[in-house]
């Protein structure tokens, strides 16, 4: 499988390090919600199909990417810096950067 880092551009699955499941929300860290943090540390969807997840280019750049990758046939449809992600995120909830 190859992931296309937008800083050094097409390479082999081995030069990255998977991260985790990016489409899951955290909750409040100041939250003493006990099954909010279990719901968020322990229960998993085993999704099939388009799946967005972070991976760092742990043998190159060192960036933090989101990849959107199907689960089905491993075809990458998109790669981003995973701070482009969290900058949009910031500017739709209106929070200060």
């Given at each position: ?25 955290r ?44 689960t ?26």
């Amino acid at each position: 499988m190859l992931i296309t880092c937008p800083c050094c551009g097409p390479r082999d699955v081995a030069e990255f390090t998977y991260q985790g499941d990016a489409s899951r929300s955290r909750p409040d860290p100041a939250s003493t919600d006990q099954a909010a943090w279990n719901a968020y540390v322990y229960d998993r969807v085993n999704t099939a199909g388009a799946h967005r997840e972070y991976w760092q280019h742990s043998g190159g750049c060192r960036s933090h990417l989101v990849v959107l990758r199907s689960t089905l046939t491993h075809r990458i449809d998109s790669v981003r810096f995973a701070r482009d992600e969290a900058d949009g995120a910031r500017r739709r909830s209106g929070s200060p950067a």
